[in-house]
């Protein structure tokens, strides 16, 4: 399923983020943040996915989508297949903005949450009108660059718009991934809730420098995992017997002190100024803007040298990447905008069919 007109409510980050994509990849979209600034924050991110997207297409990108700032939520909504809302993280705020898009998006759009945790069920409840179209999206910075997007349905979700969302994220070259069970945090921010937790304590107890903690991960596990996930690297490490046989060697671990995982640091300002200092002697030298430069061409770099392996398949994230340059190349080649191409295709179908839980 293809899309013609996308909304995004907010802008920052992650709004920008998803603004970013649905443009390149030829989708019109009308925007709704209140910032005054919103517009110039969103361009600098448009420049910085441009530039990405220029490695991944030399030969040219598609045509651009059209960026419309709206002076309502309403008017941004009007006529959208696609709402994502991107709104900072508090229930609260969830559920009015929520509330007003419900009332005025077309009853077929979907209506895709960013939060990072709170529960699809505990932010439909403000929706009225049609809660069933709510999933939540999940994607993870830069979103326009990688593809994974958790959906996770509410208890009032209908599993067609679950459907559909796939379809629509897929269609912009995402990895839709469905959460089987909703849970706060998903999948993805609950194992970086982890992983996060055990970095602070590390960095409290002065075990490790914040620099030298992350050259642990992006020297060593941090390349396995781009490619291999957790699982198929571990299964590798058990040699020749595989899986049982790394669970047989570290399975007792899990009893020994080797995490606190159930412990969490306090978070004071003594905390909080720690992590920030050193992170300032290890990046200072860089602005932000650098920073998300040398990871765009990090990224992009990554995603092609796994699209060339296995073969010539690709592996993982590179197989995707291959197939979404491909249609993106035959895009800009046609030298016509998807959202011509979509406007013949199929409209949106309605994902109102049976009131069954998803
Ligand atoms: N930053 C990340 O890495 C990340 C990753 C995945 C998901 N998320 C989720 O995405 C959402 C947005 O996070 P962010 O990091 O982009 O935050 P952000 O603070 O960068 O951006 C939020 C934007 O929302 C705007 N906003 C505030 N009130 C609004 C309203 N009533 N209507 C429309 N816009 C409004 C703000 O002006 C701001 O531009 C959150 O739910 C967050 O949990 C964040």
């Given at each position: 399923?293809?899309?013609?007109?996308?909304?995004?409510?907010?802008?920052?980050?992650?709004?920008?983020?998803?603004?970013?994509?649905?443009?390149?990849?030829?989708?019109?979209?009308?925007?709704?943040?209140?910032?005054?600034?919103?517009s110039?924050?969103?361009?600098?991110?448009?420049?910085?996915?441009?530039?990405a997207?220029?490695?991944?297409?030399?030969?040219?990108?598609?045509?651009?989508?059209?960026?419309?700032?709206?002076?309502?939520?309403?008017?941004?909504?009007?006529?959208?297949?696609?709402?994502?809302?991107?709104?900072?993280?508090?229930?609260?705020?969830?559920?009015?903005?929520?509330?007003?898009?419900d009332?005025?998006?077309?009853?077929?759009?979907?209506?895709?949450s960013?939060?990072?945790?709170?529960?699809p069920?505990?932010?439909?409840?403000?929706?009225?009108?049609?809660?069933?179209?709510?999933?939540?999206?999940?994607p993870?910075?830069?979103?326009?660059?990688?593809?994974?997007?958790?959906?996770?349905?509410?208890?009032?979700?209908?599993?067609?718009?679950?459907?559909?969302?796939?379809?629509?994220?897929?269609?912009?070259?995402?990895?839709?991934?469905?959460?089987?069970?909703?849970?706060?945090?998903?999948?993805?921010?609950?194992?970086?809730?982890?992983?996060?937790?055990?970095?602070?304590?590390?960095?409290?107890?002065?075990?490790?420098?914040?620099?030298?903690?992350?050259?642990?991960?992006?020297?060593?596990?941090?390349?396995?995992?781009?490619?291999?996930?957790?699982?198929?690297?571990?299964?590798?490490?058990?040699?020749?017997?595989?899986?049982?046989?790394?669970?047989?060697?570290?399975?007792?671990?899990?009893?020994?002190?080797?995490t606190?995982l159930?412990?969490?640091?306090?978070?004071?300002?003594?905390?909080?100024?720690?992590?920030?200092?050193?992170?300032?002697d290890?990046?200072?030298?860089?602005?932000?803007?650098?920073l998300?430069?040398?990871?765009?061409?990090?990224?992009?770099?990554?995603?092609?040298?796994?699209?060339?392996?296995?073969k010539?398949?690709?592996?993982?994230?590179?197989?995707?990447?291959?197939?979404?340059v491909?249609r993106?190349?035959?895009?800009?080649?046609?030298?016509?905008?998807?959202?011509?191409?979509?406007?013949?295709?199929?409209?949106?179908?309605?994902?109102?069919?049976?009131?069954?839980?998803?």
């Amino acid at each position: 399923m293809t899309i013609t007109k996308a909304a995004a409510v907010g802008g920052g980050v992650i709004g920008a983020g998803w603004v970013a994509r649905l443009l390149l990849n030829g989708i019109d979209v009308s925007i709704f943040d209140p910032d005054p600034e919103a517009s110039r924050k969103v361009s600098e991110v448009m420049k910085g996915a441009r530039r990405a997207y220029k490695r991944m297409l030399p030969d040219g990108l598609p045509k651009e989508g059209k960026l419309t700032f709206a002076k309502t939520i309403a008017e941004a909504v009007t006529d959208a297949d696609l709402i994502q809302e991107s709104v900072p993280e508090r229930l609260d705020l969830k559920h009015k903005v929520l509330a007003e898009i419900d009332l005025h998006a077309p009853a077929n759009a979907i209506v895709g949450s960013s939060t990072s945790g709170i529960k699809p069920s505990d932010m439909q409840v403000a929706m009225k009108k049609h809660p069933e179209r709510l999933v939540v999206a999940h994607p993870f910075n830069p979103v326009y660059l990688l593809p994974i997007v958790e959906i996770v349905g509410g208890a009032q979700t209908f599993p067609e718009a679950i459907e559909v969302a796939k379809e629509i994220y897929a269609s912009i070259g995402m990895k839709p991934v469905v959460i089987r069970k909703e849970i706060e945090a998903f999948v993805g921010d609950r194992l970086l809730e982890a992983a996060w937790r055990e970095a602070l304590w590390l960095i409290k107890d002065g075990i490790c420098s914040v620099e030298e903690l992350d050259d642990i991960m992006r020297y060593g596990f941090g390349l396995r995992w781009a490619q291999m996930g957790m699982f198929q690297v571990y299964r590798v490490a058990g040699g020749e017997a595989g899986m049982r046989h790394f669970m047989a060697q570290f399975g007792p671990c899990l009893k020994w002190p080797w995490t606190k995982l159930m412990d969490v640091p306090e978070f004071n300002d003594e905390l909080v100024d720690l992590i920030a200092s050193q992170s300032d002697d290890q990046s200072a030298q860089w602005s932000i803007r650098e920073l998300e430069k040398i990871r765009d061409e990090n990224l992009v770099g990554i995603m092609d040298v796994l699209s060339k392996t296995n073969k010539g398949k690709g592996w993982g994230a590179g197989a995707l990447h291959k197939d979404y340059v491909k249609r993106l190349g035959k895009l800009a080649a046609a030298k016509k905008p998807v959202s011509k191409a979509a406007a013949k295709a199929k409209a949106a179908k309605p994902v109102k069919k049976k009131a069954k839980k998803a």
